[in-house]
């Protein structure tokens, strides 16, 4: 079975801060897709990234970066200059490529950017 | 493009009660799916389709039943509402192997 841990419950920092998200997953399975979702109070759910699991590069987008290291099984997530927009619940999941494509979600961190 | 449209937005129900929340999509997906959150939780899916008359059960299915007519529509029914089952539904579709996209969710209270 798969699991995925965000071990980080809630951060909070002040705005223009960085900060770093973790997302630690456990598979059995070689081939694999993560994933990060955002969730801001409104309540919807927004795709963030994917990333599978023969691509180890570390992407950038504006001001969000992912640092993917197969070696301890992390997938972690940094925006940079953080804003109050950023505040949400942000959640990293995990699929396999087989059997429906089913997500396994982290319990997520609530991220409070403050002025 | 509406994309995932889900309805009611908001519902309660009493104990014991039944009732179906519908998710249609306008994709074209083959995929789709049904996860409740539960308040601090992450997303736990309930049940699954790939395609038009296929289901099969997710994480935690038990207290719900689905249907897949249609590549459009994936409903959930739930039969004897219980307190455990006060939660926010959300529905998804993808095509395989690519990211899902979420409908705005369904807030559920049973009283």
């Known amino acids: 079975a798969q699991k995925v841990t965000q071990a980080q419950t809630e951060i909070s920092v002040v705005e223009k801060e960085d900060v770093t998200l973790d997302c630690v997953y456990e598979t059995r399975d070689t081939t694999y897709y993560l994933f990060w979702y955002k969730q801001p109070p409104s309540g919807e759910l927004v795709f963030l990234i994917r990333?599978?699991?023969?691509?180890?590069q570390n992407e950038i987008s504006g001001r969000y970066s992912w640092n993917f290291q197969k070696s301890t099984s992390s997938f972690n997530f940094t925006i940079t200059a953080s804003q109050v927009v950023d505040s949400a619940v942000y959640f990293c999941a995990l699929s396999l490529t087989g059997g429906g494509n089913k997500l396994t979600f982290g319990t997520g961190t609530q991220l409070k950017v403050e002025l | 493009n509406a994309g995932v449209t889900q309805t009611p937005k908001f519902r309660i129900l009493k104990i014991g009660q039944s009732m179906t929340l519908q998710c249609t999509q306008d994709m074209n997906h083959n995929y789709m799916y049904w996860y409740r959150q539960d308040p601090g939780m992450g997303l736990k899916l309930i049940y699954y389709?790939?395609?038009?008359?296929?289901?099969d059960k997710g994480e935690v299915p038990n207290g719900y039943n689905v249907s897949r007519s249609t590549t459009e529509d994936f409903p959930l029914r739930l039969e004897l509402a219980a307190p455990s089952q006060t939660s926010v539904y959300f529905c998804?579709?993808?095509?395989?192997?690519?990211?899902?996209?979420f409908g705005d969710g369904t807030r559920l209270s049973i009283l």
């Open positions: 990333r599978n699991s023969f691509d180890e």
């Open positions: 998804a579709s993808s095509y395989p192997m690519e990211p899902q996209h």
């Open positions: 389709s790939v395609g038009a008359g296929i289901t």
